[in-house]
């Protein structure tokens, strides 16, 4: 028989980087959940991503177990990281602080593929140019 869920808990985490400290004590402690047991699982499972921003959704069982789903990392996260800049312009529509071509934009929406609601990559490329142009990263090149 299935174990029966408390709860979820949904974080981001820096890959290979958790610790109890703030966000994730404060969160997993108020369900009951070990966190140091949390922290060493989900430093082992990231250590390939070390540094990059990893969404984790964190199942929390009645009898204070846990199972955890490590997503990939964000589109906003994969276009700052592509166009090397600290952040998005705060005037999107009006400042552009950076560029990608439409061959990123196709990397970065394969990759994210799996935790996307579309079908195919084409769909997933217009979600990505969404996001670069709320964030004003202008799309050079041909698609």
Do not use: H
């Not at 047991?37 to 989900?42: R, T």
């Not at 994210?112 to 990559?121: A, E, G, S, T």
Request: hydrophobic share 40%.
């Amino acid at each position: 028989m299935a174990k029966e869920i408390s709860g979820f808990v949904k974080l981001q985490v820096k890959g290979g980087q958790a610790n109890p400290a703030p966000p994730i004590g404060p969160a997993l402690g108020s369900k009951g959940v070990n966190i140091m047991e949390f922290c060493k699982q989900f430093n082992a499972r990231t250590q390939d991503r070390q540094g990059k921003v990893l969404p984790v959704t964190i199942t929390v069982y009645i009898d204070k177990s846990f199972d955890f789903i490590i997503k990939t990392p964000p589109v906003a996260a994969q276009l700052l990281e592509a166009t090397k800049i600290q952040k998005g312009s705060d005037q999107p529509n009006r400042k552009r602080v950076g560029s990608v071509t439409w061959e990123q934009v196709k990397k970065i929406a394969e990759e994210k593929m799996p935790d996307l609601n579309c079908f195919n990559v084409d769909s997933a490329m217009n979600m990505v140019a969404g996001t670069a142009r709320s964030m004003g990263i202008s799309i050079t090149g041909e698609r």
